[in-house]
């Protein structure tokens, strides 16, 4: 099992850099007004969201565990100094932080982002177990069709599914006969597993996605996802789609047809096991220029990049009573 691991995550190892699509990059200017939502991008599938004080984090990932580490099934734990940096770059208090599912790559830092920004949890049963066995001290366990209202926030829960890797989602454990009683036999087994230790200890749980709404505005966000389930019938102003498998680019046409999305932010492209400081790198099994051409085909729809901590505020729909004028928004060459 670990000899499959290391062969699949290996192949991320290279990839080429945002300097090969400069012209996609979007981040504000210093003279961007910043009334609209500004959101910036963490690395993997994180993203912080921020309206007038107020901050939403997605997935926060700082620790960037080590190819070997993961490979190889050795323990891994968060790193607090790149935490630490992480968190220089962001609002010093969040609302709430929302998982899309229980991988490390998702979870494994929020315990401690979640001290250090007093936020609040909300994720899957499981992925609130995970994170309080990990550290956490609480979580609110939600499931698809619930909503949220927290600050500016509206946060609707939507049902997802995660990426196969030869036809099995990665670090799954197939659904037990105590199905009809999930939440009791997670728990139950949450007890007896104790702390999470390795990469496969963090399980993917249920996946889920967000529509999240403020300002008159609507963000949709998953980490990915296959043809099986694809994102609500709705216009949205910004659609973050997981890109990082080809289960989610087999998906792609279908997923924008049903938002037709304003703006387009593939998400989770980036090698997830460099470091944050080493720059921005896509992973080998990202195929970006299948995105650009897939996206080329929504007319309405404008496909953006983000680069790590570089804030981007989203521009108010035309004719939108609440718009704010953004004339100093630029690319970024």
Known sequence: MRIFLWLIFSAQAFGAGLDHYAQLVVNDSRTTPREGVRVTYLGTNGYQFEFKGHALLVDPYFSRVDLLRVGLGSRIQPNASRINDGLNHLAPKADAILVTHGHFDHLLDVPAVMAKTRARLIASASSVDLAKRAGASSGDAIKPGDVRRIGPWKIRVLPATHDRLFGKVPFDRPPSQADLFAEAAVKAEAAKAGPPQRAADWICGEPLAFLIEMNGQCIYVDSGGTPMQL???????????????????????????????????PSHQDDFFRPLSAGFQFGSLTDFPFVQRECAQQNRSRLILLDYFKPWTLPKAAGSKSQSPNPKQRIKS
């Open 231 to 265: 994102p609500p019938n709705e216009h949205v102003d910004l659609a973050i789609l997981g890109m990082a498998l080809p289960d989610s680019r087999a998906r792609l046409h279908a997923a924008l047809e049903r938002l037709h999305p304003r703006y387009i932010l």
